[in-house]
């Protein structure tokens, strides 16, 4: 997986300081680093969202198995 990355060089006294910054730290710019939590939340909602979503899924997939599991045993189902 290719990464696009951008080098920079900063003067600091007698020596170079070279900073390697990915597309993400790119992509995001300086902006995002005054913000507070709240104010990034804000702005990032859709992202949340998204995260909270894809968490759900495999509490749903868990729960789905045990409910399926315990109604099989029950004995009705065993008498068939």
Do not use: R
Request: glycine share 4%; net charge negative.
């Amino acid at each position: 997986m290719a990464q696009n990355l951008e080098m920079e060089e900063k003067a600091t006294g007698d020596h170079m300081k070279w900073t390697v910054k990915s597309e993400m730290e790119l992509a995001a710019g300086s902006d995002d680093e005054n913000l507070s939590m709240w104010q990034l939340m804000k702005k990032n909602n859709w992202a949340i969202l998204y995260c909270c979503l894809m968490s759900v899924n495999p509490m749903v997939f868990g729960f789905d198995v045990i409910t399926v599991s315990i109604a099989t045993a029950m004995p009705a189902f065993q008498q068939v």
